[in-house]
């Protein structure tokens, strides 16, 4: 199984803050990765696709990037709804695995 | 409009089978594939498996063969998780979701249902 390592599990930071969270594969994953939020109390909700495209009707300040074992996840400036847990989610092999996830809080 | 609706709740004792459904509308039912994801209380997501509504195939993940069938109706457009042998590790919130590209199996996940929690205990 392809493990997906998520950095950090948690952080705090101010509204208008850039926030950055990074996931690595334990293999080659190509960019068959995708990034999701999830609000407590709700189902995740897919923000990007195929590791850097924003999924339609989602703010153009959530970012993706990166190939191969390594991505990364932004947030170009923070806003209160975006108190979430984000997931990234591999498919480039089943099982589809995911990251443990970051909680982003605001300071 | 695009809609995964789930069935409710369930109570479940040690040893026993439970079976979730979750009701498609708003597309056509066997152009998507259907994935199982669970999360127990306070942590991650968990792949359990796949099913194709077309042809009704399958793929589960190894952790839970054997104890995991994926089912569907096309008359009903509904698609069907039955998980047996519970564990109190199995208790957990369990959801349904569509693959976003046609004929895809497995390329992100755009729609949801809201999930339905399975509680085991004696």
């Known amino acids: 199984d392809i493990q997906m390592t998520q950095s950090p599990s948690s952080l705090s930071a101010s509204v208008g803050d850039r926030v950055t969270i990074t996931c690595q594969a334990s293999?080659?994953?190509?960019?068959?990765l995708n990034w999701y939020q999830q609000i407590p109390g709700k189902a995740p909700k897919l923000l990007i696709y195929?590791?850097?495209n924003l999924e339609t009707g989602v703010p153009s300040r959530f970012f993706g990037s990166g190939s191969g074992t390594d991505f990364t996840f932004s947030i170009s400036s923070l806003q209160a709804e975006d108190i979430a847990t984000y997931y990234c989610q591999q498919y480039d092999n089943l099982p589809l695995t995911f990251g443990g996830g970051t909680r982003v809080e605001i300071k | 409009q695009v809609q995964l609706v789930q069935s409710g709740a369930e109570v479940k004792k040690p040893g026993a089978s439970v079976k979730v459904s979750c009701k498609t509308s708003g597309y056509t039912f066997t152009s998507y594939f259907i994935h199982w994801v669970r999360q127990a209380p306070g942590q991650g997501l968990e792949w359990i498996g796949v099913?194709?509504?077309?042809?009704?195939?399958?793929t589960y993940a190894q952790k839970f063969q054997g104890r995991v069938t994926m089912t569907r109706d096309t008359s009903t457009t509904t698609v069907y998780l039955e998980l047996s042998s519970l564990r109190s590790e199995d208790t957990a919130l369990y959801y349904c979701?569509?693959?976003?590209?046609?004929?895809?199996?497995?390329?992100?996940?755009?729609?949801w249902g809201r999930g339905t929690l399975v509680t085991v205990s004696s």
């Open positions: 293999q080659d994953i190509s960019n068959y």
């Open positions: 195929d590791a850097s």
């Open positions: 099913i194709n509504p077309s042809g009704a195939s399958t």
């Open positions: 979701a569509r693959v976003r590209l046609e004929y895809s199996s497995s390329q992100g996940f755009d729609y």
